[in-house]
């Protein structure tokens, strides 16, 4: 399983499942990061958190652990 953490900067992914349950996958797909959502890496802090994406024109941060729950292709 491939999480957008393990994904290296500037590369675009889709969004393949989204892990987790309640207010933390709420808070993901209030993101309007949900399956099927193309996903483009923009810059990842030097000890990985936040991981800095756009997502449907907009830039978003996520913590590490938040990026872990996102599975893509």
């Known amino acids: ?3 957008l953490k393990d994904i290296s900067v500037g590369s675009t992914v889709a969004v393949k499942k989204l892990h987790g349950e309640g207010a933390v996958k709420r808070r993901i797909m209030d993101m ?3 399956k099927g ?3 483009f ?3 990842v802090a030097p000890l990985g958190d936040p991981v800095e994406i756009t997502v449907r ?3 978003l941060s996520l ?3 938040d990026a872990q729950m996102i599975e893509v292709m």
């Open 1 to 3: 399983m491939k999480t």
């Open 32 to 34: 309007g990061i949900t």
């Open 37 to 39: 959502t193309d996903v």
């Open 41 to 43: 890496i923009r810059k």
């Open 57 to 59: 024109g907009y830039e």
């Open 63 to 65: 913590r590490k652990a």
